[in-house]
């Protein structure tokens, strides 16, 4: 079983930064994909970032050149930079890796609980 866990979410005003960790732990051979997606109220859930594990990364306009994702692939980490945070980046966020297990050799896609980020205008 692989387990992500997330860290770093609180309540910001808007113009601010705030980082978000994940962290994935359990029986894991490698990941492929890390990313981070969130779902306002009401909303769908969408695609924030995300990154390869060669490091390449995609990011949703509405993010782009505010937020910055990075791994670490010894720590099976990944992270979420976000400045310049806009009361519509309100949202649950969550973390997400595609990893390929250690005991089955099978590809599975794994998420985060969601940590909220409140944004204040």
């Known amino acids: 079983q692989v387990q992500l866990v997330e860290s770093g979410g609180g309540l910001v005003q808007a113009g601010g930064s705030l980082r978000l960790s994940c962290a994935a732990s359990?029986?894991?051979?490698?990941?492929?994909?890390m990313g981070w997606y969130r779902q306002a109220p009401g909303k769908q859930r969408g695609l924030v970032a995300s990154?390869?594990?060669?490091?390449?990364?995609n990011y949703a306009d509405s993010v782009k050149g505010r937020f910055t994702i990075s791994r670490d692939n010894a720590k099976n980490t990944v992270s979420l930079q976000m400045n310049s945070l806009k009361p519509e980046d309100t949202a649950v966020y969550y973390c997400?890796?595609?990893?390929?297990?250690?005991?089955?050799?099978?590809?599975?896609?794994?998420w985060g609980q969601g940590t909220q980020v409140p944004v204040s205008s």
């Open positions: 997400n890796a595609v990893v390929i297990s250690a005991s089955t050799g099978y590809t599975g896609d794994y």
């Open positions: 359990g029986r894991i051979f490698s990941i492929n994909a």
């Open positions: 990154i390869g594990s060669g490091g390449g990364t």
